[in-house]
């Protein structure tokens, strides 16, 4: 049995803690709040990540280093900096594989399907952030401070999963009422379960020919907002699905009084054109096949706070 340090009990964290604690390893779950998962073989500790010596101190020992917290949408640039240093002091100091969970952010606007090759030019706020993160662990890892890999996926789908489809799309669609999100509804998205958000992380943290290197996790063919609403209400034995195209404005306005809406905004390319994630290296060099949107999509409904009433 082998110690694992994660932080962060949301959906990835929280899969990757239970994916590990029920193969017998030993985990370590930080969280300011101290909570998480109940489960055998899962200690959930209250302790602030982004301070380097608690982070250190609790990662002695462990034989890999999972990122997988997140600072509120609206904090990224005042708070991920310590975080990411914190976590590369804590991977120097302790020998731990640090594997961070990261996203397509950096990259920027790109007009074909994402490879893990494709160079980083972000061209957002958060996309930047990312990709400062990624490149001083990288770095640290080249000269040999470190060992780091980073486990990239697209929006996500699954239990606790917080995306503009979970958020604006299916609590409507499940309550038989209209959905409106500002989104091209026809163009082709991938959607990323975190159950394969989790087996990936295990997976890279275990091999150390993964390292050194970003890799896309395995997601499922991609599918339009509209064509997973419609599949939503199908195995939720929901309403036809009704979702139509929220006005630019609408989210603007949205932005004066909501943090989450105002970070979306930067945020927009990704939902206005194909937005699809080649995950193929990951499926070959591990042999990881995606979770099917069937199977994604039934757990992300089973997981869904209960419908309200109109």
Not at 32 to 59: F, K, M, N, V
Not at 78 to 85: C, F, K, N, S
Not at 125 to 141: E, Q, Y
């Amino acid at each position: 049995m082998s110690l694992h340090v994660i932080t962060g009990a949301g959906p990835v964290g929280s899969a990757t803690a239970r994916l590990l604690a029920a193969r017998g390893e030993h985990v370590r779950l930080l969280t300011r709040s101290g909570h998480g998962p109940e489960q055998d073989g899962i200690d959930c500790i209250a302790a602030d990540a982004a301070d380097p010596a608690t982070l250190a101190r609790y990662a002695e020992g462990a034989v890999a280093l999972y990122c997988c917290a997140s600072p509120a949408y609206h904090r990224w640039s005042t708070d991920w900096p310590a975080l990411g240093a914190a976590f590369i002091h804590a991977a120097e100091t302790t020998g731990a594989v640090l594997v961070t969970t990261g996203n397509l952010y950096a990259y920027g606007r790109v007009d074909a399907p994402m490879t893990e090759q494709l160079p980083l030019r972000p061209n957002s706020v958060k996309g930047h952030v990312r990709a400062k993160l990624w490149t001083d662990a990288l770095a640290a890892h080249e000269a040999g401070r470190l060992r780091t890999a980073e486990v990239r996926g697209s929006d996500y789908v699954g239990a606790g999963a917080v995306s503009p489809f979970t958020v604006m799309v299916l609590p409507k669609v499940l309550a038989g009422r209209r959905a409106s999100v500002p989104a091209d509804l026809d163009a082709p998205h991938s959607w990323t379960y975190v159950g394969d958000v989790a087996r990936t992380l295990v997976v890279v943290a275990a091999d150390e020919n993964a390292w050194g290197r970003a890799w896309h996790v395995p997601t499922a063919q991609p599918l339009s907002i509209r064509a997973l609403a419609t599949r939503a209400a199908e195995l939720a034995g929901a309403p036809p699905a009704r979702v139509t195209r929220m006005p630019g404005f609408a989210l603007r306005v949205a932005g004066l009084f909501n943090p989450a809406a105002r970070e979306m905004i930067e945020m927009q390319y990704q939902l206005q054109r194909p937005f699809v994630l080649d995950s193929s290296a990951a499926s070959n060099a591990f042999g990881i096949e995606p979770t099917s949107t069937d199977d994604a999509l039934r757990e992300t409904i089973q997981t869904s706070p209960a419908p309200t009433a109109s």
